[in-house]
């Protein structure tokens, strides 16, 4: 028994005598900053990460704290984390002592809950950035990320106002900026907008009339085959009772039929919601490709 004991206070030595944890205790939060940004600038984000870390915990100093906040949520973004990111932002987002960094954490949190695809969050931080620090806001990166938001959250009102917020900012010459408000304008206004399908009214069609339904969502080739398959079936069962096959008739004829039946209904419906998310997803692709040119020009 002794001589496990004497092993076990060995390797405690050994572990306390050489562990890394007794040079970095040497070292101050400013200390492992610098480390974390030298890593950062050669690409080694997670290593830098991890330095930030160090450094937000191993300081008292509020400023300092949230310099290494903010760059450890920096290289959580390279690496693609933007919840952890987040999650950290919080931690300095109630220390409001210096403006221009608490500026910084709110911009940042909003970027992450908008590439998270929590857009009504990010717009409601974006609310508050512009509360607090209204002149700050009249920004490219601000107004970008706001008019974004507004196209991605389906609130066009809100990225139209954003788009010529962010027009003006630019100063472009007097032919170019009314160009960019015309296309604006034309952009946003709901008659640019893809016209929904009824899901309702898809399913309503393929009720009556089957593969109407399917025409009407935009899969002329679906409801052909749709109602091929129902004719055919049909078809197989009145074949199968002309041959005495009663059974075999019901059984399977008409057992397809209903299957073919009810599932072009559910199937026009689903289609018809399908076309709605591809041809938003479509429109939204130009409008912020629109936005993110704004900035080129």
């Not at 512009?130 to 974004?148: C, G, I, Q, R």
Request: a negative charge; hydrophobic letters at 45%; proline letters at 2%.
């Amino acid at each position: 028994m002794k001589w496990i004991i004497a092993f076990c206070l060995i390797c405690i030595f050994l572990c306390v005598s050489f562990s890394p944890d007794k040079a970095f205790a040497q070292k101050d939060g400013s200390e492992f900053l610098e480390d974390g940004n030298i890593l950062f600038g050669k690409g080694n984000y997670f290593e830098a990460g991890i330095a930030f870390e160090r450094a937000y915990f191993l300081t008292s100093d509020s400023r300092l704290r949230m310099e290494a906040n903010i760059a450890r949520a920096q290289a959580l973004k390279q690496t693609g984390e933007f919840l952890k990111a987040r999650n950290d932002l919080q931690r300095t987002l109630h220390l409001r002592q210096f403006p221009e960094l608490h500026f910084q954490i709110m911009y940042e949190l909003a970027f992450c809950e908008y590439m998270l695809g929590n857009y009504s969050n990010a717009i409601g931080s974006l609310m508050q950035l512009k509360h607090f620090y209204p002149e700050d806001y009249f920004s490219n990166e601000v107004l970008t990320l706001h008019a974004l938001a507004g196209v991605m959250a389906e609130d066009f009102s809100l990225a139209q106002e954003k788009v010529l917020e962010l027009i003006i900012l630019n100063e472009h010459e007097t032919e170019i900026a009314d160009s960019l408000v015309k296309r604006t304008l034309i952009l946003f206004c709901e008659c640019s907008a893809p016209v929904e399908k009824s899901e309702r009214t898809a399913a309503r069609w393929s009720t009556f009339v089957p593969g109407t339904g399917h025409l009407y969502a935009g899969y002329p080739g679906k409801g052909l085959l749709n109602a091929g398959s129902q004719l055919v079936s049909l078809g197989l069962a009145a074949y199968m009772g002309w041959n005495n096959l009663y059974v075999s008739g019901f059984v399977v004829g008409l057992g397809m039929f209903q299957s073919f039946y009810f599932g072009g209904i559910r199937q026009a419906a689903f289609l018809a919601g399908q076309r709605n998310l591809k041809e938003m997803a479509g429109y939204k692709e130009i409008l912020k490709n629109f936005i993110l040119t704004l900035n080129d020009d």
